[in-house]
């Protein structure tokens, strides 16, 4: 079938096709050079960049289970001005779009960061990770003075996910989207404030919390006892909470959790999602989004269906 429009928009962001490779599982995309097809990727969403350089999580920090994945990673990287120095330049030459994920442990450090990378035109949108689930060993503090350490995820609480977000937002035209995680009794509640607080697009959903233990050394495998599970298993429980969202929440939907297939990425997209992040899949075959975009072309010819918009939550009507 001939014109297939894949095109999709988060906020002012169009994507020539709605597959993202998600944070932390793509490098700054520049290591994935000549191991994937750039043009059957809609944007790349980089590894998480703080307002200093971080060493990450000690050792281990992945271990690979029955069914899927568990990582200690930790938010390893450059920092702010190691990634403008380093990684930027490199961003620039791939012919794929850029979306820069943001993280800290102040609100003064995602801002810090917002402002600066916000004059850099090569960046088209923030992706704001407010879920990360293994840097919150009760040092975290999340910039508010009647809660100077926070114990748990910050968008484990809809006020703080609010004043994040709603702060950020004034610091940038560009599109921004929030991470959230989906560790919450009603991940609704959470998704309003984001886009209650102006936000374009919601990225959902992060890791679960998850742990193995060698029972011969009695010891958990990962150096930092917990970290955040992926792959396979998740999926059932991604998608649900997508569908939760699209149907309580009109905003746009970056979807994943176990997406391998096209047949699972195109359940996201009936679930409600715009778009949809490969993750774990990414660690394994890197060429992944090539063989997911000439599955979701082939199901759209199949049946007929010229624009994959038109497949946008249709389960839910």
Not at 56 to 67: A, D, K, S
């Amino acid at each position: 079938m001939r014109g297939l429009k894949l095109k999709v928009k988060l906020g002012k962001l169009e994507l020539n096709n709605p597959i993202v490779c998600a944070s932390g599982t793509f490098g700054f995309g520049e290591e994935l050079k000549g191991l994937c097809d750039f043009k059957s990727i809609g944007a790349v969403i980089t590894k998480t960049i703080t307002l200093d350089p971080r060493p990450g999580n000690p050792p281990p920090r992945i271990y690979e289970t029955e069914c899927g994945v568990l990582n200690s990673v930790g938010l390893e990287n450059p920092g702010l001005e190691g990634f403008i120095k380093d990684k930027l330049p490199k961003l620039k030459k791939l012919p794929v779009k850029t979306i820069v994920s943001v993280g800290g442990f102040s609100l003064q450090e995602y801002r810090q960061v917002v402002e600066r990378l916000n004059e850099r035109s090569e960046i088209m949108a923030f992706e704001i990770n407010l879920s990360c689930p293994n840097v919150i060993k009760g040092e975290f503090s999340c910039g508010v003075p009647e809660q100077p350490r926070l114990k748990k995820i910050i968008s484990q609480d809809k006020e703080l996910t609010y004043k994040f977000t709603s702060d950020l937002r004034k610091l940038t035209s560009k599109t921004l989207i929030v991470k959230i995680t989906p560790e919450v009794s009603d991940i609704t509640e959470i998704a309003k404030a984001v886009k209650n607080a102006g936000a374009d697009a919601i990225s959902l959903v992060n890791t679960f919390f998850g742990m193995a233990i060698n029972v011969e050394t009695k010891k958990p495998y990962l150096g930092n006892i917990y970290g955040g599970y992926s792959g396979k298993a998740i999926k059932p429980m991604s998608l649900y909470r997508v569908w939760r969202v699209a149907s309580n929440v009109d905003i746009p939907i970056i979807a994943g959790g176990g997406i391998e297939t096209a047949a699972d990425a195109l359940e996201f997209i009936l679930a409600g999602a715009t778009a949809v992040s490969l993750g774990t899949v990414n660690l394994v075959y890197p060429g992944a989004a090539g063989k997911i975009l000439s599955g979701i072309r082939q199901y759209l010819s199949r049946h007929k269906i010229s624009d994959i918009n038109e497949l946008k939550g249709k389960a839910n009507r």
